[in-house]
């Protein structure tokens, strides 16, 4: 049985927002960022503006359901948007998304990239610059057309997203593995050095299922435990002065991607080097035989 699901308040109202893309007013007042109208002052002239909120709409009219939006709080601050598009249906449990990302203000460029959500706990995991990524810069004299070309041919990514992840889904991992997955989470999320103490605790914390359907040591499945504890908090832990804390969720557009990636880039790791071993072994039996 499914246990409740229990997402975090950053969560929640980046959903909510999501329900109401269409209604303009609410945008404006959730996520102004979306709708300014010019750069940042300290932005050149050079800068070529165009507003996030058109390239949202074209890509919605497009098939691509806003799901998530989070930041994008004050004029020219980062926005995150996730989107789905049911073209690509459902597959291993869950579905590909968009998120785009933008910001106004010279600290992020306008980027697409892939993720992938799971319906089973609503974690939505970005796959970072491996797979698929484009940024445009604010220079372009038509960014707009650039975007439209882009999701023209964006389909072959996407077919690379799903078999990503089912040969993760495929993959059992082995403890070291799993360790690797919650250093790196552990590494992107907490400032200082970590010491062994806290990093053994620590490491049990992350990778410590918060649904009995989570109990799988597939490389996907743990990766989207580790992914979840880090951003959804709620885990009561020493810090290195000893004092007892209990982890925030992440509500940062730039905290939320770093560790998203962070943990999808490790993953990928440990694909690539089973697959390394996985060619020693049989070029080996070959020499045998």
């Known amino acids: ?6 997402l ?14 269409e209604d303009s007013g609410f945008m404006h007042k959730h996520a102004p960022a979306l709708f300014a109208t010019t750069a940042h002052p300290k932005m050149s002239e050079r800068y070529s503006f165009t507003n996030t ?30 989107m789905r598009n049911d073209a690509y249906g459902k597959h291993h449990g869950g579905s590909p998304e968009f998120i785009v990302t933008d910001s106004h203000d010279g600290s992020k460029k306008l980027k697409l990239m892939l993720g992938y959500i799971t319906f089973i ?28 070309l882009e999701l023209d041919d964006i389909d072959v990514h996407v077919k690379k997203l799903v078999n990503r992840v089912a040969s993760m889904r495929s993959y059992t991992t082995t403890i070291g593995e799993r360790w690797l997955l919650a250093d790196a989470a552990i590494e992107e999320r ?8 806290f990093k053994s605790d620590m490491r049990k914390k992350l990778l410590e299922p918060r649904r009995a359907e989570d109990a799988e040591n597939d490389l996907y499945t743990v990766m989207n435990v580790v992914q979840e504890n880090s951003l959804r908090g709620g885990i009561s832990y020493n810090t290195p002065n000893h004092r007892v804390q209990r982890m925030r969720p992440i509500s940062g557009v730039d905290r939320n991607m770093h560790i998203n990636q962070r943990i999808w ?25």
């Open 121 to 148: 706990c609503m974690n939505g995991m970005i796959a970072g610059d491996i797979l698929y990524a484009k940024s445009f810069i604010h220079l372009a004299p038509d960014l707009m057309s650039q975007v439209r």
């Open 53 to 82: 909120y058109d390239i949202l709409l074209h890509m919605h009219n497009r098939g691509f359901r806003v799901t998530s939006v989070m930041g994008g709080t004050s004029m020219y601050n980062s926005v995150m948007v996730r």
């Open 190 to 197: 907490f400032s200082y050095d970590a010491s062994g103490a």
């Open 265 to 289: 880039l490790e993953a990928e790791r440990i694909m690539t080097r089973s697959l390394e071993f996985a060619k020693v072994a049989i070029a080996k039996e070959e020499l045998k035989s």
């Open 8 to 21: 975090s308040q950053p969560e929640l109202e980046a959903q909510h927002a999501a329900t109401m893309f």
């Open 1 to 6: 049985m499914n246990t409740l699901l229990k």
